[in-house]
């Protein structure tokens, strides 16, 4: 079993549609909870951090973890083109070392 | 301010050869990392550095890698000598302070190992 969990996708929704993207986790310690977005050939860029249970809202972007399913997601509301890009779900557990899953493609059709 | 750089953005060596890769990360972030990117799998840890001490080199595939981080600024990843599967993405990324708190990514040096 994979430490951290990804459906590769490519996931798919037109423009102005909420995408969802999911992540769950093997190990109960982990504490920190990031999303980056990557666009092909480029870096990782960071996107978002939850660290206790709940929402978290910034902008089009919502992170949701749930620690007793070990599982976190990330909403983005309105969804347009320039939001198709890999999005990489890591987790910490407590130290600084980030566990990442393979990513979820996501793609947004006009 | 800038981000965290590295150089080179692409390498194409041959089996048996030397590459050092080199990473500058954000003034003042004391937290350095390594990762990389085999292809189809995830980005995977590699080491820590806190300044110029390793922190936790826990990732390091073997022998043929050695981090550096003279003076704590920038940081070198030396691969000697390289092996066909070495090759992937390596990515450098920076924090400011240690524990939780959040990393941002260098765009990656491309090693090619032919």
């Known amino acids: 079993q994979k430490e951290v969990e990804q459906n590769s996708g490519p996931l798919s929704v037109p423009e102005g549609a909420i995408a969802s993207l999911n992540c769950t986790y093997s190990?109960?310690?982990?504490?920190?909870f990031f999303w980056y977005r990557q666009y092909s050939g480029k870096s990782p860029e960071l996107i978002m951090s939850i660290y206790s249970n709940g929402d978290k809202e910034d902008g089009r972007f919502t992170a949701q973890l749930n620690k007793a399913s070990q599982y976190v997601s990330l909403l983005i509301r309105d969804s347009q083109p320039s939001d198709s890009a890999t999005y990489l779900c890591a987790v910490t557990g407590g130290g600084n070392k980030l566990t990442f899953g393979t990513g979820t493609q996501l793609k947004v059709e006009l | 301010e800038a981000g965290v750089t590295q150089f080179p953005s692409h390498s194409v060596i041959e089996k048996g050869q030397t590459v050092t890769l080199r990473c500058d990360p954000i003034s003042g972030h004391d937290n350095l990392y390594w990762y990389r990117r085999v292809m189809g799998k995830e980005i995977k840890f590699l080491l820590h550095f806190v300044k110029e001490s390793k922190q936790d080199e826990s990732g390091m595939p073997n022998n043929r890698f050695l981090a550096e981080r003279t003076g704590g600024t920038y940081s070198t990843l030396k691969v000697q000598p390289a092996e066909l599967e070495d090759s992937g993405v390596y990515f450098c990324a920076s924090s400011l302070q240690t524990g939780v708190t959040e990393a941002f990514f260098g765009q990656g040096t491309r090693l090619t190992v032919v």
């Open positions: 190990d109960r310690v982990s504490q920190s």
